[in-house]
């Protein structure tokens, strides 16, 4: 699976100034609102009117400015990697992005028709977000946003004249079979859903995978295609939501500033005396800047650069640093804030402190399993000589990092305190690196830098929520269905044992996570998992933290999980060599998963001790 670049080219034209602008102030907005709200509730015990329910919306044009920024730079999420590393002059590159972008083509304009028709209902039938402030107005944005997306693909699949008659004809001929043929009971459904898997096979991005499977299925059946974008106005605006672009944003701060450098000391200072000091250090940067990023192939990319010298100059053998480096990426995304975890409970209705909590001691586990391999290659290999542990560098490099080292015992304050709701916590969070990326350590330029991180930032959000908003589409079609529960009738009726049922659950899971985005994944597979987890009398906190070890595991699965063709991407190194790096830290993590699935305990713990 392919996802966004760490850095794009600079913007030139009026019209990407224009936009890249209009993403920087929705931020801006996103960051700046809750924060005044605290201090209004704090210092003048009142609130800011209306503030809470603009702060939802804006999540929601964020999202689809930050698509449509993917869309410009060609950076939407895509399932395949491995379309990258065909020639670009050969005809089967030409033809697959060809198909790909009259698919993605299609489907999105197929998502601007539906999106119309929902502003047109609002506008019609108004409700209010608030006093004069009608509904259609914030959802406005997404048929606008669409189109973009729509000219976008187009234009980046279609380079020749002729690719661009022949693309424009193939969509004349689907906007006429999608409005005067009927699809109810003919072979033109499972052409559509033929078509659509070439196209994904190709490279088309995930949301049009999704979106696209969602508009054949409600054409088929007959249902209004406007539900798709009304159930992606509900997920994207809700409470929680907000979340996600603000704790990225604070995590972009932290990554593109000297954040990375200074805790790399710290860890190496504290842990490089011990027999694989290297390795922990790396471990554990990796698992803090996968907790606020929520992907772990941006902590490859961002600093497989970083790590990997420093691996291979402290004398550990390339096999090794390879596979430590690709397995660590996917750690992190069992600590709060994660940002899965975040939306794995908008999704299942549970308490966030809850998964927050229930996911420390897993996470811990997970850690020190990997640290333990690194440390045992460290006594076996003995890389260099390791020097004695001195207390006045190290005590230096923690002071230099005291405000990263710092961010989530403030996270964790806020949101266990009382003094300030989830989504104010994750302003806060923002505010906070800004502050230490800008002013403290000034290792960002406000003028030059900070328009770049945050178009960056945007990118990534809005390439995460176009596809959470579809994929509620997709699922809510699956619940009108009742797929949700006759899986829960076909399980129990062959499946009768609770240790059997986590087996097949672990089987699943981790194959899902090999061949899914885990925010996708999220969205359509837990309504399905859900209600069998509560049939088997697992507690929705513990099935939580094991359906995401499970999909982190996903990542390091051969031969498709995504950190391997990242990792192959960012190191340049054969897919076979990458799979063969990861076999024992896939071994290692899977025991992990394993204790983790089997033993309650782990998850229940700390959440059962604080009550929440």
Same mark, same amino acid.
């Given at each position: 699976m392919t996802i966004p670049h760490i850095h794009a080219v600079e913007s030139s034209t009026w019209s990407e100034k224009i936009e890249g602008g209009f993403s920087f102030l929705l931020l801006g907005l996103l960051a700046v609102l809750p924060l005044t709200e605290i201090i209004f509730r704090n210092v003048f015990h009142s609130s800011l009117p209306g503030a809470v329910l603009v702060v939802q919306h804006l999540t929601l044009w964020i999202g689809m400015a930050g698509a449509a920024l993917a869309a410009r730079y060609d950076r939407l999420l895509s399932f395949?990697?491995?379309?990258?590393?065909?020639?670009?002059?050969?005809? &089967?590159?030409?033809?697959?992005?060809?198909?790909?972008?009259?698919?993605?083509?299609?489907?999105?304009?197929?998502?601007?028709?539906?999106?119309?028709?929902?502003?047109?209902?609002?506008?019609?039938?108004?409700?209010?977000?608030?006093?004069?402030?009608?509904?259609?107005?914030?959802?406005?944005?997404?048929?606008?946003?669409?189109?973009?997306?729509?000219?976008?693909?187009?234009?980046?699949?279609?380079?020749?004249?002729?690719?661009? *008659?022949?693309?424009?004809?193939?969509?004349?001929?689907?906007?006429?079979?999608?409005?005067?043929?009927?699809?109810?009971g003919t072979g033109l459904v499972w052409a559509g859903f033929l078509l659509l898997l070439l196209a994904i096979i190709a490279g088309t991005p995930v949301f049009v995978a999704l979106g696209g499977a969602a508009l054949l299925l409600f054409w088929n059946s007959q249902v209004p295609v406007a539900s798709i974008p009304s159930e992606m106005y509900r997920i994207v605006t809700s409470p929680v939501l907000p979340t996600i672009p603000l704790f990225t944003l604070a995590g972009y701060f932290l990554s593109e500033g000297g954040a990375s450098t200074r805790l790399v000391a710290v860890f190496r200072t504290w842990f490089g005396w011990m027999p694989g000091g290297e390795a922990i250090?790396?471990?554990?940067?990796?698992?803090?800047?996968?907790?606020?990023?929520?992907?772990?192939?941006?902590?490859?990319?961002?600093?497989?650069?970083?790590?990997?010298?420093?691996? *291979?100059?402290?004398?550990?053998?390339?096999? &090794?640093?390879?596979?430590?480096?690709?397995?660590?990426?996917?750690?992190?995304?069992?600590?709060?804030?994660? %940002?899965?975890?975040?939306?794995?409970?908008?999704?299942?209705?549970?308490?966030?402190?809850?998964?927050?909590?229930?996911?420390?001691?897993?996470?811990?586990?997970?850690?020190?399993? %990997?640290? &333990?391999?690194?440390?045992?290659?460290?006594?076996?290999?003995?890389?260099?000589?390791?020097?004695?542990?001195?207390?006045?560098?190290?005590?230096?490099?923690?002071?230099?990092?005291?405000?990263?080292?710092?961010?989530?015992?403030?996270?964790?304050?806020?949101?266990?305190?009382?003094?300030?709701?989830?989504?104010?916590?994750?302003?806060?969070?923002?505010?906070?690196?800004?502050?230490?990326?800008?002013?403290?350590?000034?290792?960002?330029? &406000?003028?030059?830098?900070?328009?770049?991180?945050?178009?960056?930032?945007?990118?990534?959000?809005?390439?995460?929520?176009?596809?959470?908003?579809?994929?509620?589409?997709?699922?809510?079609?699956?619940?009108?269905?009742?797929?949700?529960?006759?899986?829960?009738a076909w399980v129990q009726q062959h499946i009768h044992s609770r240790l059997i049922f986590l087996l097949s659950l672990n089987i699943f899971l981790i194959f899902i996570g090999a061949i899914m985005e885990i925010f996708s994944a999220l969205v359509v597979v837990v309504p399905l998992i859900a209600p069998l987890g509560l049939a088997f009398g697992v507690d929705p906190v513990h099935l939580g933290i094991i359906f995401l070890a499970n999909l982190e595991l996903g990542f390091l699965t051969p031969p498709i999980g995504m950190n391997l063709f990242l990792s192959s991407y960012r190191f340049k190194k054969p897919l076979p060599e990458v799979y063969l790096s990861t076999v024992i830290p896939l071994l290692i993590l899977l025991a992990g998963v394993l204790a983790i699935t089997y033993i309650p305990w782990l998850t229940e713990f700390l959440p059962r001790l604080l009550g929440v």
């Open positions: 395949t990697l491995g379309m990258q590393f065909l020639s670009e002059g050969a005809k &089967f590159t030409r033809i697959a992005r060809f198909l790909a972008a009259v698919a993605g083509t299609a489907v999105s304009l197929g998502l601007a028709k539906a999106s119309m028709g929902l502003v047109i209902s609002e506008w019609q039938y108004p409700t209010y977000i608030m006093s004069g402030v009608p509904t259609w107005s914030a959802e406005i944005i997404m048929p606008i946003g669409f189109t973009l997306i729509a000219v976008r693909l187009f234009l980046h699949g279609t380079r020749t004249s002729r690719e661009r *008659l022949l693309g424009t004809g193939l969509l004349a001929l689907l906007v006429v079979i999608a409005l005067w043929v009927p699809l109810e250090a790396t471990i554990m940067v990796c698992a803090f800047f996968t907790t606020f990023t929520g992907g772990s192939g941006v902590t490859i990319l961002a600093f497989g650069g970083l790590l990997m010298p420093l691996m *291979l100059q402290a004398g550990y053998r390339k096999k &090794f640093s390879l596979g430590l480096v690709t397995a660590s990426g996917s750690l992190g995304l069992l600590f709060p804030p994660s %940002l899965p975890i975040i939306l794995y409970a908008v999704i299942a209705h549970v308490p966030v402190p809850s998964l927050f909590l229930g996911g420390i001691l897993p996470g811990m586990v997970l850690l020190a399993l %990997l640290a &333990f391999w690194g440390s045992m290659n460290g006594i076996r290999f003995q890389p260099v000589e390791r020097t004695r542990f001195h207390l006045r560098p190290a005590l230096r490099a923690l002071w230099e990092a005291k405000w990263e080292v710092l961010l989530p015992v403030l996270i964790l304050a806020g949101i266990f305190s009382g003094f300030a709701s989830l989504v104010e916590t994750a302003a806060l969070a923002a505010i906070y690196c800004f502050l230490i990326e800008v002013i403290v350590h000034r290792d960002l330029a &406000f003028f030059s830098d900070i328009p770049r991180v945050l178009r960056e930032c945007a990118i990534l959000v809005g390439g995460v929520l176009i596809i959470l908003g579809v994929a509620m589409g997709f699922t809510s079609y699956l619940v009108d269905a009742q797929i949700p529960m006759k899986i829960l």
